[in-house]
């Protein structure tokens, strides 16, 4: 287990199992039904490319979106990946704004993977992307928030004696004009044993007080002071740290590599051949690199013939003339060229362009041969998970995905065939030990966008 700083130092199952320590009933634990939580329903997806891998059934209530505890304090489990752009911040407003919590009570950390996470839009799988966080949890978030102070109103009420009509929700406790104001830790466990309303009253746009406001971002403080930890930060016990020598094109094989001179680099451990690439194990990141760098791995590629951009490029343009598909047809383009007195052609080629986040692609896990752990900035989590499971021969359910934050993706760590989770998993599975993989900058910008 990850011996980590900050909120995100213990695997969301023992977070829970601490929640629930507290005593019994405070962790308030919801699904949505109906057209808002369509996607809750879905089993989890599979990596591209991957076996077929018996899926978990849902299971409901899930792991929790919102936690009360008896200290009044408010965990949010978000269900997006925070890579920089401020989702442990927007969607915690979203809940707290119907909620009337006090926002100085919140705390966000990493949603498990659950089929209740799914994205609400694309189904199927839990993920961040397209700029879709915000706009595709709006309604469902808000409902949560809504559906919760409700019930916290009722179950007010019902401990008065008195309607809920008369009752009032703010700053994270329920106010009567008579009976006094209890606080939402006090009634969380009685709230949680009430009929989740189907249809809570919703705030108009104009009465919003935490939404639209510039608040301080949950995660500055812990991103400022170094506490936060980032997928390259985390350490487990008796782990190895692992970078790859991987071929420069698909199909190209092994031809040769000096073993002995890398093993001598202070710091490496091992050299092990896996797949169709070879990882240098070592003390630290820095040794593995090193020692990659003294492998001076040799590749065989005379039987892939020559490839060059130009070549590359050449290719594009033929298959699009060819197999392009039209996406959309309005009026007779042709014609009017044929009749026009002046043409115009111009050509865009635009090259590949990496991704370029500030935190190249890694994954540490574990494996014993029955679990697996895994941790990293995850996009795509189910995909993640369900690839790390068809590797090792496990069940989805057998394998821990912890989403821990990522210094930047822009799509790139929403990768469809999960290429550094694959990796990890490919590799412990032969190593039999902890192990953390890591890119480097070039390793990514070479690699961006091969599949494995």
Same mark, same amino acid.
Not at 207 to 234: C, H, M, Q
Not at 316 to 327: L, N, P, Q
Not at 401 to 410: D, E, L, P, R, W
């Given at each position: ?7 995100i130092?213990?695997? =969301? ?10 005593g ?13 939580g369509?996607?809750l +329903? ?9 076996? &077929? ?42 809940? +707290? ?10 705390? /966000? ?8 996470? !799914? ?10 992307g ?7 949890s ?5 409902? #949560? ?17 008195v ?9 994270g ?5 008579? @009976? ?10 009685? +709230? ?6 189907? !249809?809570? &009253?919703?705030?108009k ?7 639209? @406001?510039?608040?301080?971002r949950?995660?500055a &403080? ?15 016990p ?6 790859? +020598? ?17 093993k $001598?680099v ?7 051949k ?9 003390k ?5 690199i090193?020692? =990659?760098?003294?492998l ?9 013939? %020559? #490839? ?20 959309? $047809? ?5 014609a009017?060229?044929? %009749? ?8 865009y ?12 692609l ?6 014993d041969? @029955? ?5 990293s ?21 057998d ?13 790139? =760590?929403a990768?469809?065939n /999960?290429?550094?989770?694959?990796e990890?998993a490919?590799?412990? @599975? ?19 966008t091969?599949?494995?």
């Amino acid at each position: 287990m990850s011996k980590t700083k900050n909120q995100i130092s213990q695997s =969301r199952r023992q977070f829970l199992q601490t929640s629930a320590a507290f005593g019994g009933g405070f962790v308030m634990a919801f699904y949505l039904p109906g057209t808002i939580g369509r996607a809750l +329903a879905a089993n989890d997806g599979q990596a591209a490319g991957a076996a &077929p891998v018996a899926q978990p059934k849902p299971v409901y209530p899930p792991n929790a979106f919102v936690i009360i505890a008896p200290d009044n304090s408010i965990t949010i489990q978000i269900n997006k990946l925070e890579m920089g752009q401020g989702v442990n911040t927007s969607m915690a407003q979203l809940i +707290a704004e119907e909620l009337e919590c006090d926002w100085t009570k919140i705390r /966000s950390v990493s949603a498990p993977v659950n089929p209740v996470y !799914n994205h609400t839009q694309f189904g199927m799988i839990q993920m961040t992307g397209g700029s879709t966080a915000l706009h595709s949890s709006w309604d469902q978030h808000l409902k #949560i928030g809504a559906t919760m102070r409700e019930m916290l109103k009722l179950a007010a009420a019902n401990r008065w004696g008195v309607k809920v009509s008369e009752v009032k929700a703010e700053n994270g406790s329920i106010v009567h004009p008579k @009976k006094g104001k209890l606080t939402y830790g006090e009634l969380a466990e009685e +709230a949680n044993k009430l009929p989740m309303p189907e !249809n809570p &009253p919703m705030k108009k746009s104009k009465d919003y007080k935490i939404i639209g @406001k510039s608040l301080k971002r949950v995660d500055a &403080p812990a991103k400022v002071n170094g506490t936060a930890t980032f997928g390259i930060d985390v350490k487990i016990p008796g782990m190895v740290y692992a970078v790859v +020598a991987r071929p420069p094109l698909v199909g190209a094989k092994l031809k040769s590599m000096k073993e002995s001179d890398a093993k $001598k680099v202070r710091g490496v451990l091992d050299v092990v051949k896996f797949e169709d690439r070879v990882a240098v194990l070592a003390k630290n990141t820095y040794a593995a690199i090193k020692g =990659r760098e003294a492998l001076d791995v040799q590749w065989e590629m005379k039987d892939l013939g %020559k #490839i060059s951009d130009a070549g590359l490029m050449a290719t594009f343009k033929d298959a699009a003339t060819k197999s392009g598909k039209v996406a959309e $047809k309005r009026g007779d383009a042709g014609a009017a060229l044929e %009749k026009a007195k002046v043409k115009t052609v111009a050509e865009y080629e635009f090259p590949l362009l990496a991704h370029a986040s500030m935190e190249p692609l890694n994954c540490t896990i574990t494996f014993d041969g @029955k679990k697996a752990e895994a941790w990293s900035g995850f996009q795509m989590p189910t995909n993640d998970r369900a690839a790390i499971a068809n590797i090792l021969g496990l069940k989805p359910e057998d394998v821990t995905v912890n989403t821990t934050y990522a210094g930047g993706s822009f799509g790139r =760590r929403a990768s469809k065939n /999960s290429e550094y989770a694959i990796e990890a998993a490919q590799l412990v @599975k032969k190593v039999k030990k902890p192990l953390k993989i890591t890119f480097t900058r070039e390793d990514d910008m070479k690699g961006a966008t091969t599949a494995r």
